[in-house]
T-cell receptor
């Protein structure tokens, strides 16, 4: 099956710094990738849709200047949490679809802890 | 927008028993209903899905039923095993935009040996 790789798996940073998370589709091209945030014991909350070659589409309430998304190629999307604060601490997960197949493949997630 | 409600939030069963998790959705336009299993600290993994033109789908010990009229769908796990213990999420979307699914709040299933 399709594989989505996400790095890093865990990151601890100081308040005010920026953190970049990578999401790669390893064996297929993904024109669209998705970024979610998940709090402990809660569901996945869609943050934004990453579109290859164009601007990301953000969900209501998600600050686009805070969470920068770049989808520079058909296999890579990055999420940069800028000027991170403790309230940004969360589990971030990406997903990708393989063509028009509606099945979603998720990355392994990134646990971000901001001190 | 779509609203998905999932019940129960926690479920504990004895090994070998069956487990049933139910979800309801609000948007009649939704036509794709996947179920994901997520172990602690791991990625969600698709375990079964169903489209609106099908009423039931089965894959070994796992089955999903869909009632379009009532707008609800259920996950059935038979002969549960300890390794089935995880959080299960249902979702609803208008295919092929599964990435924009609305997810249920999850059910923590514990299978006691």
């Amino acid at each position: 099956g399709a594989v989505v790789s996400q790095h890093p798996s865990r990151v601890i940073c100081k308040s005010g710094t920026s953190v970049k998370i990578e999401c790669r589709s390893l064996d297929f091209q993904a024109t669209t990738m998705f970024w979610y945030r998940q709090f402990p014991k809660q569901s996945l909350m869609l943050m934004a849709t990453s579109n290859e070659g164009s601007k990301a589409t953000y969900e209501q309430g998600v600050e686009k200047d805070k969470f920068l998304i770049n989808h520079a190629s058909l296999t890579l999307s990055t999420l940069t949490v800028t000027s991170a604060h403790p309230e940004d601490s969360s589990f971030y997960i990406c997903s990708a679809q393989q063509g028009d197949n509606e099945k979603l493949f998720f990355g392994s997630g990134t646990q971000l802890s901001v001190l | 927008g779509e609203n998905v409600e999932q019940h129960p939030s926690t479920l504990s069963v004895q090994e070998g028993d069956s487990a049933v998790i139910k979800c309801t959705y609000s948007d009649s336009a939704s036509n794709y209903f996947p179920w994901y299993k997520q172990e602690l600290g791991k990625r969600p993994q698709l375990i079964i899905d169903i489209r609106s033109n099908v009423g039931e789908k089965k894959d070994q010990r796992i089955a999903v039923t869909l009632n379009k009229t009532a707008k609800h769908f259920s996950l059935h796990i038979t002969e549960t095993q300890p390794e089935d213990s995880a959080v299960y999420f249902c979702a609803a979307s208008y295919a092929p935009n599964a990435g924009k699914s609305t997810f249920g709040d999850g059910t923590t299933l514990t299978v006691k040996p």
